[in-house]
Each structure stands twice: as structure tokens, then as C-alpha cells.
Nanobody, 122 residues
Framework: QVQLVESGGGLVQAGGSLRLSCAAS????????MGWYRQAPGKQRELVAG???????NYADAVKGRFTISRDNAKNTVYLQMNSLKPEDTAVYYC????????????????WGQGTQVTVSS
């Protein structure tokens, strides 16, 4: 029942911007953490940005100063604003969430979005 739906990927030129969104739906009690990972061909999936319940954020060094993660708690949605995009940012971006859900009582579980392609041309 719980799922993460991503949107906002696409093709942009270097220096351009994109905003990714990830909406969690289902019987969600609380969002403990949400974040964005990316995976380029031949590389491991790596954390790009994350935000925990307190609002604390963290970013990969490669995106600091260019990307901003934010959330709308009322909509159970997390966003990734990506500015000054570089060809090195090209990857499939995956939303990740640590959720407490209703399933015969509250239970913590991790979910992944389907991935959205971001391609930055030079």
C-alpha cells in the first residue's frame, strides 16, 4: 500500500536546473527520514542528500552549494532542487524513505522510489 512516486527528471544543459519530487502515500504514521540517492552506469548507488525528522540535512560533497533538499510534511513529499547542474550529475535518482507505517501496529520500514533519469548535457 505504501509507495513512493518520483517525478521531475529530464534532460537539461549544463548550468540548468531541475526539481525532483517524491511523494509518499499509504498508511503512514510518520516520516523518519527521506533522501535522494543516485546511480550512474558503472558506479555504486550513493547518497546525494537526506533530511531527517528534526529537519537536519546532509549532502554529498559533490552537490553542496548546488542542491537543496526540502520537505512538505503536510503532503508527505520531499523535493530536491538541483541548480548549476553538471554532466557529472547525470544518473538515475532514487527517492528513499524511512517510514513508520500502520501494519498491525506501527512498524518501521524502508522504501525506494522507482527512479527518475537526470541527464545533463555539456
Amino acid at each position: 500500500q505504501v509507495q513512493l512516486v518520483e517525478s521531475g527528471g529530464g534532460l537539461v544543459q549544463a548550468g540548468g536546473s531541475l526539481r525532483l519530487s517524491c511523494a509518499a502515500s499509504g498508511s503512514i504514521f510518520s516520516i523518519d527520514a527521506m533522501g535522494w540517492y543516485r546511480q550512474a552506469p558503472g558506479k555504486q548507488r550513493e547518497l546525494v542528500a537526506g533530511i531527517i525528522g528534526s529537519g537536519r540535512t546532509n549532502y554529498a560533497d559533490a552537490v553542496k552549494g548546488r542542491f537543496t533538499i526540502s520537505r512538505d510534511n503536510a503532503k508527505n513529499t520531499v523535493y530536491l532542487q538541483m541548480n548549476s547542474l553538471k554532466p557529472e550529475d547525470t544518473a538515475v535518482y532514487y527517492c528513499n524513505a524511512d517510514l513508520t507505517i500502520y501494519s498491525n501496529g506501527p512498524k518501521k520500514y524502508m522504501y525506494w522510489g522507482q527512479g527518475t533519469q537526470v541527464t545533463v548535457s555539456s
